[in-house]
């Protein structure tokens, strides 16, 4: 995975100075099945884009890129610009919290706007462990969406 961050590393080097801004690129965190690259700096909202989506396309673009200089067949590379992965995965843990307690509250299920599979992930996850509440998903890509539902405790 080490050499996976490297070439993830030059290719994004080459991005931020494509778009030409300033920015650190560095590989953050590498483990048996992923390696994850930041890309640090001020002003970097154009690399992030509307929800992601620009982010999106670069990890994707970035993953290309590695697949052909590496031949990886396994594992991943995280893409992450000005920590937002990590902003929008608490934002995203707090939100389903609050669609968990309207749910056991109000005893309806709740039908959540479409969202990306990594971002369904983190809603599952989040409420993976809460009683009282069940999700699924439903739906087609890129409609995709969460349904939080009640279920009865005990």
């Known amino acids: 995975m080490e050499k996976q961050g490297e070439v993830a590393v030059e290719f994004l080097k080459g991005l931020v100075d494509a778009f030409g801004l300033e920015a650190n690129v560095a590989v953050r965190s590498v483990n048996e099945s992923a ?12 690399l992030v884009g509307p929800r992601g989506a620009t982010l999106q396309a670069i990890q994707d673009l970035t993953r290309t890129v590695v697949l052909r200089e590496t031949d990886m067949r396994e594992g991943w590379v995280i893409v992450d610009v000005a920590e937002y992965r990590v902003k929008r995965r608490a934002a995203l843990e707090k939100f389903a919290l609050q669609v968990a307690e309207k749910v056991t509250a109000g005893g309806v299920a709740v039908r959540l706007d479409p969202m990306p599979p990594a971002d369904r992930k983190v809603v599952h996850d989040a409420l993976n462990a809460i009683d ?5 998903s439903e739906g087609e890509e890129p409609r995709r969406r969460v349904i939080v539902k009640p279920v009865a405790v005990g």
């Open 35 to 46: 390696v994850e690259v930041a890309v640090d700096g001020s002003d970097l909202g154009l």
């Open 132 to 136: 009282g509440v069940e999700t699924s």
